[in-house]
């Protein structure tokens, strides 16, 4: 018999808990942890890449570094050697900014890569900061700014209690939720319906979500802010306005209904593909229910006006009466409040531009989609050296192929990850941290999302093998490193790394947790200790309302007038205006968007035996009457062409498209040379990223436009 041992998955925003039984120092069998007060038992497939990629062949066991132009087996010390060698030499040569940094999204669910990594951040002392947030939820984070002063402080639908979902862009039943932590969300979703409440999902494919709504409402990409306006024109213009308790807070009304004024219905109608009377009953919907949210994800964030959407979406919810109320939307209070740290100090947007282009930052970061053009442009402060944590910006960032050009051309090039992907394979040198089962758990970052309020650590599962440093260790490590000799600031940081790495991560998150509990609640003196007496986590209650009092805005208002969104809807009309003009032609032209697939994780998790296997997944999805009108077959291999680049895929026929729009998964395209992921080789794929283009950014925000590309699609010579 093994022993059992209680976790949390650390494979997407659900956080479910998990039981694990450990057998021989193996992970024998991988259950639902019923005692969890959020997951409550649930799990999915995802759940068993915990063993899997324990297991797989191909994760790395041991640093590589470069010798002879090969990734060679090395010892720690040699990897931290070489790796601080190379980018020092660099920043001696180009100054601090001419090292990158690239964090990926599994950094923000392993606490000890988050706070690690702003070692590394903080030691090479450079702007050139990017992350997979302005390729994801960089815009929903800009409006949580505006509207209520912090990037992190951002209301989650109160999916328990709600009487009416408006979803828009969100996928949860595949993706199991973003910005929005509700494990089990297909049960959620079926109980609201039970309820007597209503779902309706807008997003130009009949999803797996709309499949169980009550409507799905079919728009066109990218006209999703149009939409907005209209629904709000509908409120706010017609005065139906409900603010009840908000009243004291909001400012801005007056200006809000002169922005909407213009955004009726009827006119909006023909470029969303959403008739005037829908819009007009869904405006009805929501201005009459008593507890209603409005929620949008990935495809309202990465479109051409995304950063409107997620500020329209917030709106409707404030002048609907819903935002901070139950079963409307409610701002989770985690045992960490994030939004209490320093993520987010300072003038959050735009505090500098990048060199090139002068795309702004983000919470100190700039936009990934600026990258590539910051390693190929010569001149001062050129990046001539990277590292990446977590990370495969070559297909997940737009224009992938011309970024793995860039990158391998680099002088220096760090990544801390256990694969060799198809960014990492152009690394000198590679840090493995260890595997998920080997690490302790605590989620600093996605309780902030969560619907129900839970605290919970959990020790690793499995012990470290002989050798092998916490990922914590990895980073301190080569943060310490990058820094010793610099200039007081950035040695400064290395020595607090280097004294930081051996007190050990867990001390960090005890010392949050005592800040962050406040007077009423016990003081855990250690996070074992918390774990010991509450392995599958301690309910700290449901989400209730906190406004004002949590308001980081001064005065503390809700104010529905900002200067930036009210250019950008302007912006929007003169596209509508442009648009209803054009001549209706280029039937030629289909729009490219994305999805999710439920066996899969962005760019990853495709070389786990448990999940790779079945049929091919990264297929395009294409309605039957475009594809007739293309000659083009079931089954059969289709050649996509952007303005970027051209791919050959599968073509999967389904009458859940909109005509005039085609769907594929990203994160595919294993098929470059280099690479050591031998099972996601046998079924690559292609990437998404090879037609997305890195010009093509939100305004507002700087965040890349994934979403409504222009391709044309044909069928491939067999
Ligand atoms: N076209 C298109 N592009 C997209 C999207 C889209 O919808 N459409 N979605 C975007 C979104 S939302 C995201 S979040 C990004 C994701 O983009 P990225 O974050 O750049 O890439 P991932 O595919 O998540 O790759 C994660 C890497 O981290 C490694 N890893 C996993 N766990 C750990 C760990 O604990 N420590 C370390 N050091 N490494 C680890 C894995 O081995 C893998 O190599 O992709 C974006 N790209
Ligand atoms: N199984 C699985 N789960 C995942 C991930 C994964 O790769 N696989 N990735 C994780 C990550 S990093 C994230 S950020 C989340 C994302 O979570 P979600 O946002 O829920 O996931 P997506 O499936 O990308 O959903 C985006 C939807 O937007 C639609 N869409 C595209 N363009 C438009 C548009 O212009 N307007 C409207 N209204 N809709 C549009 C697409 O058709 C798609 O259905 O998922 C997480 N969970
Ligand atoms: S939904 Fe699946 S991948 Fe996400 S946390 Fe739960 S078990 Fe893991
Ligand atoms: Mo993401």
């Not at 899997?52 to 990897?79: I, K, S």
């Not at 929903?140 to 709600?162: E, K, Q, S, T, W």
């Not at 007009?280 to 919907?285: D, G, P, Q």
């Amino acid at each position: 018999m093994g022993t059992s041992r209680a976790t949390v998955c650390p494979f997407c925003e659900a956080m479910c808990g998990l039981l694990v039984t450990v057998e021989g120092g193996r992970v024998a069998a991988i259950e639902g942890d019923a005692a969890d007060p959020l997951s409550r038992g649930h799990l999915c497939p995802k759940a068993f890449g915990l063993r899997d990629l324990h297991e797989d062949p191909d994760r790395l066991r041991q640093p590589l570094c470069r010798r002879g132009g090969e990734l060679v087996p090395c010892t720690w010390d040699e990897a931290f050697a070489a790796a601080a060698k190379s980018l020092r030499g660099v920043q001696a040569a180009g100054g601090r900014d001419a090292v990158a940094l690239y964090r990926g999204n599994p950094v923000a669910h392993n606490y000890a890569a988050l706070l690690g990594s702003e070692f590394v951040a903080k030691s090479l002392g450079t702007r050139n900061v990017y992350s997979a947030n302005s390729v994801d939820a960089l815009p929903l984070m800009f409006a949580a700014n505006l509207l209520y002063g912090h990037p992190l402080l951002v209301p989650v639908p109160d999916i328990d209690r709600c009487e009416l979902l408006l979803m828009l862009g969100a996928n949860p039943v595949v993706s199991n939720g973003s910005a929005l932590s509700a494990p089990g969300i297909r049960e959620r979703l079926r109980q609201l319906r039970e309820r007597g409440g209503r779902l309706i999902v807008v997003d130009p494919r009949r999803t797996e979500t709309a499949e169980i709504a009550d409507e799905h409402v079919s728009i066109v990409p990218g006209t999703d802010a149009a939409l907005l306006l209209a629904l709000l024109h509908e409120i706010v213009a017609k005065r139906r306005e409900r603010l009840d308790r908000l009243a004291s807070m909001v400012t801005g009304l007056d200006e809000l209904r002169e922005l909407v004024a213009p955004f009726a219905p009827e006119w909006v109608a023909p470029m969303t593909g959403v008739p005037a009377d829908v819009i007009a009953r869904l405006a009805h919907s929501l201005a009459t229910a008593t507890a209603a949210a409005c929620y949008g994800r990935v495809g309202v964030s990465t479109q051409s006006f995304g950063g409107l959407c997620c500020w329209l979406i917030q709106v409707l919810n404030i002048v609907t009466g819903n935002l901070d109320r139950p079963g409307g939307t409610l701002f989770p209070r985690a045992a960490v409040d994030i939004a209490a740290t320093p993520f987010g100090r300072g003038p959050v947007f735009g505090a500098f531009r990048s060199r090139v282009r002068g795309l702004p930052s983000f919470a100190g970061e700039l936009p990934v989609a600026a990258l590539a053009e910051e390693i190929e442009t010569p001149g001062v402060g050129q990046i001539r050296g990277l590292v990446t944590i977590a990370g495969n910006p070559v297909l997940s960032t737009p224009d992938g192929t011309r970024l793995d050009r860039a990158i391998a051309g680099l002088e220096a090039y760090v990544a801390v990850d256990f694969y060799r992907n198809e960014t990492t394979r152009h690394a000198q040198v590679i840090l493995p941290p260890p595997s998920p089962a080997e690490r302790d758990h605590f989620d600093l970052f996605y309780r902030a999302f969560a619907v129900r309020n839970v605290e919970r650590y959990a020790p690793a599962i499995l012990a470290r093998p002989a050798g092998q440093p916490a990922e914590w260790d990895i980073l301190c490590r080569l943060a310490a490193r990058v820094a010793a000799g610099r200039e007081a600031r950035r040695f400064a940081v290395g020595v607090v790394a280097a004294g930081l790495r051996a007190i050990g991560a867990p001390r960090i998150i005890e010392a949050l947790l005592s800040i962050g509990r406040g007077r009423q609640r016990p003081s855990w003196r250690s996070v074992a200790r918390l774990s010991e007496q509450y392995p599958s986590g301690r309910d700290l209650g449901g989400l209730e309302p906190c406004l004002p009092a949590r308001l980081k805005t001064r005065p503390r208002r809700l104010a529905l007038h900002h200067e930036a969104m009210a250019s950008e809807a302007e912006r929007l009309k003169t596209a509508l205006v442009a648009a209803a003009d054009r001549p209706a032609g280029d039937t030629a032209s289909l729009l490219l968007v994305g999805r999710r697939e439920l066996r899969s994780n962005n760019s990853w998790m495709h070389n786990l035996a448990t999940l790779a296997g079945g049929k091919d997944r990264c297929t395009l999805m294409m309605n039957p009457l475009d594809a007739a009108a293309r000659q083009i077959v079931s089954a059969s291999t289709v050649l996509v062409t952007s303005a970027t680049g051209e791919l050959r895929v599968p073509v999967r026929l389904t009458a859940a498209m909109r005509p005039g729009v085609v769907s594929l998964p990203h994160g595919w395209g294993h098929d470059r040379a280099g690479a050591a992921l031998s099972l996601a080789a046998q079924a690559p794929g292609a990437s998404y990223n090879d037609l997305t283009a890195a010009e093509l950014v939100d305004a507002a925000t700087g965040t890349s436009v994934l979403n409504g590309i222009p391709v044309t699609v044909r069928a491939a010579a067999s």
